[in-house]
């Protein structure tokens, strides 16, 4: 707000309201490359997507086209969805080295039941998903992961809708969707575009929940449109309950003992240093400015502190001290529920990371102090060996258990576009998610 009249105090007035905008653009540009949230939605795929209508025409045979019945329109989602639910922690008073012997003597199913259609349940239709609905849920709630493939419905947005509501999966917002950072592929669908942008195809895409300290999605749902066009793309999962069990028990009580942070953005703030003895006020001004306008938007419990990885002048953002290993909200048994093998800034320089420097995230102990490399090392060991890469075709759609089951995605090159959509318990109170898309909206217009 300035007032009338000319002089040197408007000047300095609009100088540091410049500062201030170019700051926050910054740091939201920034935190976006830190999500790895996806670009404004591709039209033009989309309404090739559209045009192909809700089953490939030449994928099935005149008798299937006469056995699906007429399919009315949904209605749309748009403004409907409520909140990701909060985060539901229950880590107190684990017993690591007791729980992982418990692991190994009951032993762990496979995650993942793979259901490939074959044309008799293609000519069922959604009649196939409400026939095994039980069974599909059943082993999607104890194991963790059910994979559809080969299905003919879920090739549009649409049909991928159709297959999670007669699944009875409750859809709610991403966990930072009010960030304005995630774009949909279809908002009447309730279904996010996944990170296909160009800019991070080179990027890999560590083990994740999805998940920050005070929201995480219940159940996910994936599905590929169409694969990468020329190699690559694989999305990936890991099971945390297998994770917790093979980690080393001395680096897992280390990190669950210790606690640990993730610092998701820093805003290198050198230029302040050429303030002379304005610096001070001038860092003390960037902090209150990015912790009051940015981080509510996240909705994260951030904490703005400067020098965390021994930079006097770089700003992070970090999100509050939280523990690694965390009991899932059903079964009560602990699982690795940690988003270091994504985050980890020692892991990140090792691999192909497109994220510019200010974008990078790093994750410490609970006190801010580094997490020994040789820690880190084995988490990616053990990490790796439990990745499940799934080389998903046009309509193959994956739910994931999200407390329970890590994902992340190979680097691609040619054009990629898997998306997914998020659900809540279905059964709990709910939150009406706020408006956050004309934000979304005008921030995806500016990362390409
Ligand atoms: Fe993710």
Known sequence: ????????????????????????????????????????????????????????????????????????????????????????????????AAEQQRYKQEGIPESLLEIVADSEMNAQGLAYFENNKEMIMKHLKENGAVIFKNFDLSKTPEGFRRVWETLDMAPCLDPIHNSGLRSFLSSRDGVYEEVNKQSLAKHYIGLHNESTFKKTATFGAFVCFSPASESGGEF?????????????????????????????????????????????????????????????????????????????????????????????????????????????????????????????????????????????DHINEISEKHIQNLAMQSGDVLLIDNYRMLHGRQTFQGDRLHAVSWFRKGDEAVTQGKPGNLLNSAVNSLIK
């Not at 670009?39 to 490939?56: D, E, I, T, Y």
């Not at 209605?75 to 985060?87: H, I, K, N, S």
């Not at 021994?310 to 523990?323: F, N, V, Y």
Request: proline share 8%.
């Open 1 to 96: 707000e300035s007032g009338k009249g000319g002089g040197a105090g408007d000047n300095h007035r609009s100088n540091m309201q410049g500062i201030l905008r170019s700051g926050v653009a910054m740091a939201i540009m920034v935190t976006a490359e830190a999500f790895m949230s996806s670009p404004a939605m591709r039209v033009q795929n989309l309404r090739r997507l559209r045009s192909s209508g809700p089953v490939k025409r030449s994928s099935i045979s005149p008798r299937m086209t006469l056995a699906l019945p007429r399919m009315e329109p949904l209605p749309p989602l748009d403004g409907q969805l409520p909140d990701c639910p909060v985060t539901i922690w229950n880590t107190e008073n684990i017993d690591v």
């Open 236 to 376: 990936f999962i890991a099971d945390g309950a297998k994770i917790f069990r093979d980690l080393r028990t001395d680096v897992l009580e280390s990190l669950y003992k210790r606690g640990v942070r993730i610092s998701v953005s820093n805003l290198d703030l050198d230029f302040l240093g050429a303030l002379g003895p304005l610096k001070e006020p001038a860092m003390n001004f960037f902090k209150g400015l990015i912790g009051s306008t940015v981080a509510p938007k996240f909705d994260m419990d951030l904490d703005m502190i400067y020098g965390a990885d021994g930079k006097p002048q770089r700003l992070q953002a970090i999100e509050h001290r939280q523990s690694p290993i965390n009991r899932h909200p059903e079964t009560g048994k602990p699982v690795w529920f940690c988003n270091i093998h994504n985050h980890a800034r020692y892991l990140r320089n090792k691999r192909p990371c497109s994220v510019p420097e200010v974008g990078m995230t790093d994750v410490y102990y609970g006190d801010l102090s580094q997490i020994p490399h040789e820690y880190v």
